[in-house]
């Protein structure tokens, strides 16, 4: 399926590879993909001698479009732009299995909208592509949390790879922190502040908004959902907590089992004093080894100064990872971004790329 021809770059000439990309979603994240991929054409083609190219689209109200050839990308960002549809054709009608083999896809991109209960349909759509033979990347947290191991399998079994790096922290290397450059490093466990909104409201509360203002205003910044319930109650924290246990701790910790409570019963002014206090409120993420395999929570902490966790502020996120070798490494991001989050989607784009022929993963 990989278009395979000799180009001339500089003085040295040799085969760019191009692979088809299908995207099942094209709203904020699939549309700055898009654009991430358009910017960064020549980077792709010089440096990885890669290029992609859209092959198929399909959205679950605008249609669904493919193209073994390739498809216009300005034309389907144009009509997306302007919430018009993309193909005639339904996707349910067409069906995803003959969608990626009529687009002659190689990699399936997975953006659909997160599902808290069951991570559903998006697994199913990862299923169905590593089956088929594809590749799968994804931005949501859904599959990670509830199916991780089963789809890992899979992806053994049919040497393709399965990579979300942009599900968790919206493209902080998080991920391929662990897999390239944590050998054989045993976590035991981590600290984090993961749900960027949260703590945009927080720091809102801490300046004197009330928790409506504190909402009203992430709203006008685009960062909460018209529903912030699954920020603000901490299931979104959740999953995530879920995601990094399975992939990182290797550990099936269901999301049912992590404890939860979110910010929604806290007091404006209790935030505003604690602040004053210097012992801010945090929507603390936590999972660590037990005897019985990982705990895993998250609730509002208060938090002293010196802590790493206490300095995020806005819409930051900050992960503190304790390893056997390595007992304070931290990583975070203060700029979350649709932009960013494609970004994670692409390094796992050119994590395959970089795999070559065989695409056996250490997870
Ligand atoms: N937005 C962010 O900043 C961000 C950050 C990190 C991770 N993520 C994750 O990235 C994923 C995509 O987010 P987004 O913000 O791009 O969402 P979005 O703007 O709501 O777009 C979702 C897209 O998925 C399509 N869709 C919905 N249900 C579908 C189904 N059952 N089958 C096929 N297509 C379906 C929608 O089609 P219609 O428009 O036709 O309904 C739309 O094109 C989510 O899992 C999210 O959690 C997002």
Redesign the pocket.
Known sequence: MYNSQPTLIGRSRFSMKTYNLFF???????RALAHLLQEKQSILQAGYAASFQLTGV?????GCAWNPAGLDMDGILRMADADGRIGKRS?EEAGLETLLKDSQADILVE????DRENGE??AS?IRTALRGGRHAVT????PVAYAYRELRDLARQADRRFLFE??VM?GTPVFSLQRETLPAAGIIGFRAILNSTTNYLLTRMEKGMDFEEAVAAAQAVGIAETDPLADVEGWDAVLKVAALVNVMMDFPLAPAAITRQGIGMLDPAAVRRARAEDRPFKLVCRAVRTPNGVAGSVRPEQLSTDDPLASVSGTGTMLCIETDSLPGLIIGGTA???KT?AYGLLADLLAIVRAGPSQRSPF
């Open positions: 099942i979603g094209f709203g904020t994240i699939g399909a959205t679950r109200r605008h996707y953006i659909t909208p997160t349909p998006a759509h931005a949501n947290k859904g942009a599900a919206d979350p971004s649709p989050t």
